[in-house]
């Protein structure tokens, strides 16, 4: 059965913090073979879910660098999984920049690029603009407006959803007085 729990977006940003410029050894490093970002930001929205999703080829999930989904460290991935994410794992909607938080998504397109960078929200600055974390031109505190790019998209996280094993129906044990607990 599928429950719903609250994203910890703070666990997301201070994991952001400690690890935005250096590494942490649990995963592969990717910069420089593809690059890093999307598989950082994908560890700091696991800090703040402690839920993967083991769903072959459309989940996401990282467990060893051969043991992992396209949606851990791909840009269009993660987007595709985390908008359409039904089961297991984070999930959320694309917004404006007024509805982005810190613990959210931005990731930016260049038209010769397409869709290349993926990074986290820490904070805002006094005007309001989005302080990013982010891997592979490693950075923290960085304003978003002093990247270079065509356009940007905002992932807001709603939660996420984790599966917790069914117990029983209590009805009929309730119901004809017999136990609080279903018999098993």
Request: net charge negative; proline share 5%.
């Given at each position: 059965?599928?429950?719903?729990?609250?994203?910890?977006?703070?666990?997301?940003?201070?994991?952001?913090?400690?690890?935005?410029?250096?590494r942490n050894p649990l995963f592969v490093d990717y910069t420089g073979r593809g690059g890093n970002c999307t598989n950082f930001v994908s560890q700091c929205l696991y800090a703040g879910s402690c839920t993967m999703n083991f769903t072959p080829i459309y989940g996401w999930y990282y467990l060893t660098e051969s043991e992992r989904t396209a949606?851990?460290?791909?840009?269009?991935?993660?987007?595709?999984?985390?908008?359409?994410?039904?089961?297991?794992?984070?999930?959320?909607?694309?917004?404006?920049?007024?509805?982005?938080?810190?613990?959210?998504?931005?990731?930016?397109?260049?038209?010769?690029?397409?869709?290349?960078?993926?990074?986290?929200?820490?904070?805002?600055?006094?005007?309001?603009?989005?302080?990013?974390?982010?891997?592979?031109?490693?950075?923290?505190?960085?304003?978003?407006?002093?990247?270079?790019?065509?356009?940007?998209?905002?992932?807001?996280?709603?939660?996420?959803?984790?599966?917790?094993?069914?117990?029983?129906?209590?009805?009929?044990?309730?119901?004809?007085?017999?136990?609080?607990?279903?018999?098993?």
């Open positions: 059965m599928l429950v719903t729990k609250p994203y910890l977006r703070e666990r997301a940003v201070t994991y952001a913090r400690k690890w935005a410029l250096s949606s851990w460290t791909g840009v269009q991935f993660l987007f595709n999984f985390l908008i359409n994410n039904t089961g297991s794992g984070p999930y959320g909607v694309q917004v404006g920049i007024d509805e982005a938080v810190p613990g959210d998504v931005i990731q930016l397109y260049r038209e010769d690029q397409g869709w290349y960078h993926t990074m986290l929200i820490v904070g805002f600055n006094e005007d309001g603009v989005p302080l990013i974390a982010a891997q592979s031109d490693d950075a923290l505190d960085r304003p978003l407006d002093t990247y270079t790019y065509d356009r940007e998209r905002f992932i807001h996280i709603l939660g996420v959803r984790l599966t917790v094993p069914d117990t029983g129906d209590c009805y009929d044990s309730l119901l004809n007085g017999v136990a609080i607990i279903p018999n098993d």
